[in-house]
C-alpha cells in the first residue's frame, strides 16, 4: 500500500504525461481534448482519468472510442515515464463538471426569473 502523498504524486504525474502524449499522438480526434484530473488507486494499479472537450455528445463519443483505441499507447508511455513497478491500467471518463455547472446555472437563473416575475404595484 502506497502513502497518499505518492499516490498523490503519481496521479499528478499521470495526468501530465497523458496531457503531453496527447499532443503527440498523431489521431486527429484528439484535437482540444484537456486532460483534467486523473486519481489512482491506493495500490497504484488503476488510474482514472478525466477529459474534457468542447462540442456535442458525438464529439465526446469520438473523443471517448478514440482513448479506448489508444490506452496501450498511453499505458507503455506511461510505463517508460513512470518508472512504477506495474503500470496502472487507465481508464478514461468524460469530465461532466463544467456540464453539471451550466445546469445548475440555468436552473437558478430560471429560479430568479420566476421568483423576479411581474411585480404587482400595491398603493
Known amino acids: 500500500m502506497s502513502s497518499k502523498r505518492r499516490v498523490y ?11 503531453q502524449a496527447l ?4 489521431d486527429p ?3 482540444l481534448v484537456t486532460i483534467t484530473s486523473a486519481v489512482v488507486s491506493p495500490d497504484l494499479r488503476v488510474a482514472k482519468v478525466f477529459w474534457v472537450v468542447s462540442g456535442d455528445q458525438e464529439r465526446r463519443d469520438e473523443v ?5 483505441s489508444a490506452k496501450g499507447l498511453f499505458r507503455r508511455s506511461l510505463g517508460k515515464e513512470l518508472g512504477l513497478r ?3 491500467e487507465l481508464v478514461f471518463f468524460y469530465d461532466n463538471t463544467l456540464d453539471t455547472r451550466d445546469e445548475i446555472e440555468e436552473l437558478l ?3 430568479r426569473a420566476r421568483d423576479e ?4 404595484h400595491k398603493p
Open 109 to 111: 437563473s430560471r429560479a
Open 23 to 26: 499532443q503527440r499522438v498523431a
Open 9 to 19: 504524486r503519481v496521479a499528478e504525474q499521470i495526468q501530465i504525461l497523458i496531457a
Open 29 to 31: 480526434r484528439f484535437g
Open 117 to 120: 416575475g411581474p411585480q404587482e
Open 86 to 88: 506495474v503500470t496502472p
Open 64 to 68: 471517448a472510442e478514440a482513448f479506448e
